[in-house]
């Protein structure tokens, strides 16, 4: 769900505020910097042009509204943004049909494909650019496990979790194993845990030598460890495969690429590299419901002049991934807080169907 609405500023009174309202959502949905004649034929606030552009001579010293160039109209700022996104922001529910979309279509998704499936329909559904962080590698679920003897010292692990994706790393084997002892802590793991996430795996075996610790044996002592190595080595944050990113195309759609082209630009380069927005979108795990940073006043220079809308998905409960919207600041938040939180859930509901449940 959204995340809980910040207290209005008390400096700002309800007919600023009112104010402040309409101008962005006249911004928002043309482009164009609003007068005050447009305002008091649309808001109905029962007050003259004269008096609304007192109140936007006071909105305008405080920093939330500007004048482009010599234009009698005024925009909102990046401040004045943050305290409509977090004070008034009125989100519209998605219509029926398109969450109707939204559920058959990642419900029919195989899935090893529901990360993509979720990334095209975020950017078909916003017109903006959707982005996703894959979930994270210490909640996949085990499906198949072995243990190949490389050396006395050197093991390799071959790991199928339960989207199909195999992993394989060489980690340090423990004891000199024979083949026929890695085969069966193999099978034992395959037989009793199958289905359970590496983390609880690892828990799970540790709960039993601690069970059995008066009649273990060598044998598990050794799985003991050999569990503690399911979790793969981090990946380089610069690798494909973190995250993906559908719909850019959208983004340069919605630009003007005389005013917009270096700071895109800009934007594209952070996707290709990779660590910037990674880091954003880690720090999204441990936040609440729908997150919105507002270009580069949200810290994060490479936005610039573009928006980032998110909310994490969970597994059991757990947050293991986060997904998104990129776009201009001047983007439909109403509906695209909609959009991201709806598409959040329906993806961790069909997540949470494909697992197998714990044996």
Not at 125 to 131: F, R
Not at 205 to 224: D, I, K, N, S
Not at 295 to 322: K, M, N, R
């Amino acid at each position: 769900m959204p995340a809980p609405r910040k207290p209005a500023p008390e400096i700002l009174g309800e007919r600023a505020l009112s104010l402040l309202k309409g101008l962005v959502e006249h911004y928002v949905a043309d482009g164009r910097p609003v007068g005050s004649k447009t305002l008091a034929r649309d808001l109905g606030l029962g007050l003259s042009p004269a008096t609304l552009r007192n109140v936007m001579a006071d909105l305008e010293r405080l920093g939330l509204i500007a004048a482009p160039h010599t234009s009698a109209g005024r925009v909102p700022t990046a401040k004045g943004l943050r305290v409509f996104l977090d004070t008034l922001l009125h989100t519209r529910p998605i219509d029926h049909a398109a969450e109707g979309e939204l559920r058959d279509k990642l419900a029919g998704s195989e899935p090893g494909e529901l990360v993509e499936t979720a990334g095209r329909l975020l950017a078909d559904l916003s017109q903006q650019a959707g982005v996703v962080l894959l979930p994270r590698r210490d909640v996949a679920r085990l499906r198949h496990v072995d243990f190949v003897s490389l050396s006395e010292e050197r093991l390799l692990v071959i790991l199928v979790t339960d989207d199909g994706d195999v992993h394989n790393w060489v980690v340090r084997q423990p004891g000199n194993l024979s083949p026929a002892a890695l085969t069966q802590a193999a099978n034992y793991l395959n037989e009793h845990h199958a289905g359970r996430t590496l983390a609880q795996v690892r828990g799970a075996v540790l709960a039993e030598l601690q069970r059995a610790r008066a009649a273990v044996g060598e044998l598990m002592q050794a799985m003991t460890e050999l569990a503690e190595h399911l979790t793969p080595p981090p990946r380089d944050t610069t690798a494909a495969g973190d995250y993906l990113i559908r719909g850019e195309s959208n983004l340069l759609a919605s630009a003007d690429p005389a005013a917009d082209l270096g700071k895109l630009q800009a934007l594209f380069r952070a996707f290709g590299e990779k660590r910037e927005l990674l880091r954003l979108l880690d720090d999204c795990l441990h936040g609440q419901g729908v997150q919105i940073f507002l270009g580069a006043e949200s810290g994060y220079q490479f936005l610039g002049d573009f928006s980032l809308v998110t909310a994490p998905y969970e597994v059991d409960g757990q947050i293991v991934g986060v997904l998104g919207v990129i776009g201009p600041q001047r983007m439909p938040y109403q509906r695209v807080v909609s959009v991201v939180d709806v598409t959040a859930r329906l993806l961790g509901a069909a997540l949470n169907r494909r697992l197998p449940a714990p044996s």
